[in-house]
């Protein structure tokens, strides 16, 4: 089976992690301190905070952007489920605001139509690696005086006019899953240019203790081990490699990949696309549903996977907070997308074959 995700890790994380382990200090380290120096110069800001996963960079950057009980954040509807339960995670109520039926990003004017005087920030994900608008997300943010924080889980090294994500808005928040573009094994990191909210997510992140057991406001242990950030520095000198071969990939499949009834991603100009994933939008001109082109390329050994087959406003946990307005297309593209393999170890055989055998089946 060619799977649809797998971590590319070698002998170098290998001696990383072993030369921790022999030197005795797990915890937050020197290589912790090494890992966040590095990573800000790579985006180009200020501070970066590391943390222990995605999900605790975006609740610490929500607390710190005094994110609390009563408060709103609007949240694209098509999404990973973080997105959302982050804000939750702050006693706030996430609001969704429907996305691009091409790029398949937040869309501004729908954001526009949610903003209330209840609103306390916006969140807008760079998809699957693409970047969203920034540059109209942010005007909006600003004019109604709200924070905009990036989710760039998905999107390590994609540039949006020239700049890399994670210094495009007040905050950004970074996964470092097994199966993101870089891995820490778990981990996350928030990015930002102002060093006071930089200082008060590390306090977050470390239960509350502005200095050693003087604890001056609720936190939580979201710290990152030196183990993880060890990884971390040998992947970031990875991350360019990684991202070149993603791209190559995805640059076969468009040119390879039958036009009728299946869509290939949507890149919008002066976007640079890391493609996380590499999402077809498989639709009713095609011979085959999704679902059924996807139990076809099954049968062919070949992993695919639905990013993501619930929209947030559809999902139990937040049935209260959807009530403030239906978003049809991430209702539509809930039932078309279909991601095809397109990690760095995906051979050129095996896109051939997969090409081979969507052109077949369809």
Known sequence: MIPIAKPFTGEEEIEAVTEVLRSGMLAQGKNVAQFEEDFAKYCGVREAVAVNNGTAALHAALLALG????????????????????????GARPVFADVDEKTFNVAVDSVEEKISPKTRAVIGVHLFGQPFDVTPLREL?????????????????ATYHGKKVGGLGDAACFSFYPTKNMTTGEGGMVTTDNRDLAVKIRVIINHGQSEKYLHTCLGYNYRMTDIGAAIGLVQLRKLGSFNTRRQETAAFYDDHIPADGIETPVVVPGMTHVYHQYVLKVTPECRLSRDQLAIALRDKGIGTAVHYPIPLHRQPVFEECARKGSCPVADQLAGEVLSLPVHPLVTDKEREYICECINEVT
Not at 69 to 77: A, L, N, Q, W, Y
């Open 67 to 90: 994110v609390s009980s009563g408060d709103e954040v609007i949240v694209p509807d098509f999404t990973f489920f973080a997105t959302a339960s982050s804000v939750c995670m702050c």
């Open 141 to 157: 943010c600003e004019d109604a005086k709200i924070p905009l924080i990036e989710d760039a889980a998905q999107a390590h090294g």
